[in-house]
């Protein structure tokens, strides 16, 4: 009976290391799936920030070219005008001085 019992206890002693095994392993899992969940979410948000940016840079990119056109016509008409007054001084208003005599 005593050598019976021990076959039993021990038995009883590997059933519960296995079930202790187990619990840990579902623990794991447990934990797994929560930093999984936490990443998806991670994920999520960065897709939608980098939507945000995108869209944000787009538009400022829009402002600066527009900008840039302002200032490029602003000199445009800059330069004409003072030619413009270089010649009338040349030439006189009436152009006297430049007409063919």
Request: with cysteine.
């Amino acid at each position: 009976i005593n050598a019976e019992y021990m076959g039993v206890s021990n038995l009883q002693h590997e059933i519960d290391t296995v079930k202790d095994v187990m619990l840990d392993n579902i623990d794991k899992v447990l934990a797994r799936g929560e930093k999984l969940d936490a990443l998806t979410e991670t994920a999520a948000s960065l897709a939608n920030n980098a939507q945000q940016f995108h869209s944000q840079a787009r538009t400022l990119k829009r402002a600066m070219c527009k900008k840039h056109m302002k200032l490029t016509l602003i000199l445009i008409a800059i330069v004409a005008v003072v030619i413009i007054i270089i010649v009338l001084i040349a030439c006189k208003p009436n152009f006297s001085r430049c007409g063919a005599s």
